[in-house]
Structure formats: structure tokens, C-alpha cells
């Protein structure tokens, strides 16, 4: 069964670390782009990071950029985020996507754009408070 599971999320205060895990089963991330959503509380999804699948090219939010790492392991069959100096306004629901053709990765990676094809993981709640 295709699945993707998030993992590594939990309660950090202000300017910590985490890093969550994005593990597939049933299916090779290889030839897969991979992103990072976000939902935070009474807010709508939006995109943090997204990796492609042919050349890790990688994609940020603007309010990430210089924080947050997306990388990828494919002998793991994992993708990363690393999450540095975090901040209250970081506390959400992280979850990872995945999109297989061109035109689905180019929207998905070029804009960071929530769009039907993602498949999605369940998610990882991440708390960032003091």
C-alpha cells in the first residue's frame, strides 16, 4: 500500500531545532518531487519547501528561506526538513506531498502550490512556544 509518514514533529521553544522525516512505503520517492506544507492554527495550507526529483533542485517560502533545509535521501526512501532558529509563528501542522509527472512538479515546485495530484502524508504536528 502507498503511503507516505511524517515523522519528528513535537514541542520546541523559540530559536530550537527539529527535523521532521517524510518516509514512503509501497512506492520509490526516486522519481518523485517531494514538498513541504504547512496548516497553521485557523489558517489555511501553504507551502514551505519542495525538492525535485531529477536534480534536488529545491524551492522555499519566502518566510523560510535560510531556516529550513529540504533534502533528500533516496536509500532511505526519505525526504528531510530541517528546521532551524523556529519561531512561535512556525507552529502548524507539517505535511509532506508527492508528485510524480512534469506538469504536476512544475506547478507544485516552481509556485509551492497546493494542487489535486499531491499524494499527502497524514502529518506532523510542530510546536513552537515557550
Known amino acids: 500500500q502507498k503511503q507516505l509518514v511524517e515523522s519528528g514533529g513535537g514541542l520546541v521553544q523559540p530559536g530550537g531545532s527539529l527535523t521532521l522525516s517524510c518516509t514512503a512505503s509501497?512506492?520509490?520517492?526516486?522519481?518523485?518531487?517531494i514538498s513541504w506544507f504547512r496548516q497553521p492554527p485557523g489558517k489555511e495550507r501553504e507551502g514551505v519547501a519542495c525538492i525535485r526529483d531529477n536534480n534536488d533542485q529545491t524551492t522555499y517560502a519566502n518566510s523560510v528561506m535560510g531556516r529550513f533545509t529540504i533534502s533528500r535521501d533516496n536509500a532511505e526512501n526519505t525526504v528531510y526538513l530541517q528546521m532551524d532558529s523556529l519561531k512561535p509563528e512556525d507552529t502548524a501542522v507539517y505535511y509532506c506531498?508527492?508528485?510524480?509527472?512534469?506538469?504536476?512538479?512544475?506547478?507544485?515546485?516552481?509556485?509551492?502550490?497546493?494542487?489535486?495530484?499531491?499524494?499527502w502524508g497524514k502529518g506532523a504536528q510542530v510546536t513552537v512556544s515557550s
Open positions: 506531498g508527492a508528485v510524480h509527472d512534469a506538469k504536476s512538479v512544475q506547478a507544485m515546485c516552481n509556485g509551492l502550490r497546493e494542487i489535486d495530484t499531491i499524494f
Open positions: 509501497g512506492f520509490t520517492l526516486d522519481y518523485y518531487a
